[in-house]
């Protein structure tokens, strides 16, 4: 049986993108990383985002964050970093 959705907070940081008004979003712990990517590029009027979660995984479009957060989260949040291209180093 499927566990209930629940809130996940991302905690947001820009790495060579707009910033985002907001730094802290809540969604949806069913979403996925898609989701989250559509958002962005829609807030920030870009044609695509890649995101990074706690500076050392790029999650696949079908990744739900609800399962990122139970492997990634800390201090109640999941911390990605976003970009308009990927970042190495």
């Known amino acids: 049986e499927a566990l209930a959705p629940f809130s996940v907070t991302i905690n947001f940081d820009a790495a060579n993108a707009p910033l985002l008004q907001a730094r802290s979003l809540k969604f949806r712990s069913d979403a996925r990383a898609m989701d989250l990517e559509r958002y962005l590029c829609a807030k920030l009027k870009i044609a695509s ?3 990074v979660v706690d500076k050392c995984f790029v999650p696949q479009p079908d990744h ?21 291209q990927a970042v190495f180093g």
Do not use: M, P
Request: no cysteine; hydrophobic share 40%.
């Open 64 to 84: 739900e964050l609800g399962a990122l957060y139970k492997s990634f989260g800390r201090s109640g949040a999941l911390h990605i970093t976003y970009g308009t």
């Open 49 to 51: 985002v890649v995101l």
